[in-house]
T-cell receptor, first 117, second 113 residues
Framework: DGGITQSPKYLFRKEGQNVTLSCEQN?????MYWYRQDPGQGLRLIYY???????QKGDIAEGYSVSREKKESFPLTVTSAQKNPTAFYLC????????????????FGPGTRLTVL | AQTVTQSQPEMSVQEAETVTLSCTYD???????LFWYKQPPSRQMILVIR??????QNATENRFSVNFQKAAKSFSLKISDSQLGDTAMYFC??????????FGDGTTLTVKP
């Protein structure tokens, strides 16, 4: 089955620690995205990547880092510089970027719930 | 900067009835895409319907349809024959040609039996 997987489903972090959230897709999509969702709010874009070895900051990139060494993988690291990291994190991918509505449509993984202890 | 506003934080509807969720947006772009996503209690984001701004015809997907008013920058979602499984949070989203997405804060819809 084609899809997007995120792991782990739940993650706990002690203050001062870096943690990495995994996102893998087997849809052969070029573009991938990371979003943060806080309770009762919409999604805010953290980072996005149009192609392998390239990525751009979204609206709330401070305290986060990413890499895109493989087309199917886009891990997100939440660093100790992120002062309020407790949130639900969603990864998404799309076939392309800026071409047409059907190929630009984003499909989402099941999410990771990160809690700081 | 793009903004998306969903003015109804919560709504409810009786099973089998029709409900409309509102969404307005602001942009200086001439071509863009609009989406409605559904997030049930499982928190999995599911695409409901999508629309290209240059198309005047409103998109429909089975019981879901949109009323797209480009001049008014309005993109409302109509759900007909509401079902219990439609209970979820609904997000309106906006994509530019540059691929950057902006989401509204969501409307929580409860379908009552």
């Amino acid at each position: 089955d084609g899809g997007i997987t995120q792991s782990p489903k739940y993650l706990f972090r002690k203050e001062g620690q870096n943690v990495t959230l995994s996102c893998e897709q087997n849809l052969n999509h070029d573009a991938m995205y990371w979003y943060r969702q806080d309770p009762g709010q919409g999604l805010r874009l953290i980072y996005y990547s149009q192609i392998v070895n390239d990525f751009q900051k979204g609206d709330i990139a401070e305290g986060y880092s990413v890499s895109r060494e493989k087309k199917e993988s886009f891990p997100l690291t939440v660093t100790s510089a992120q002062k309020n990291p407790t949130a639900f994190y969603l990864c998404a991918s799309s076939m392309s970027w800026g071409l047409a509505v059907n190929t630009d449509t984003q499909y989402f993984g099941p999410g990771t719930r990160l809690t700081v202890l | 900067a793009q903004t998306v506003t969903q003015s109804q934080p919560e709504m409810s509807v009786q099973e089998a009835e029709t409900v409309t969720l509102s969404c307005t947006y602001d942009t200086s772009e001439s071509n863009y895409y609009l989406f409605w996503y559904k997030q049930p209690p499982s928190r999995q984001m599911i695409l409901v319907i999508r629309q290209e701004a240059y198309k005047q015809q409103n998109a429909t997907e089975n019981r879901f349809s949109v009323n797209f008013q480009k001049a008014a920058k309005s993109f409302s979602l109509k759900i007909s024959d509401s079902q219990l499984g439609d209970t979820a949070m609904y997000f309106c989203a906006f994509n530019t040609n540059a691929g950057k997405s902006t989401f509204g804060d969501g409307t929580t819809l409860t379908v009552k039996p």
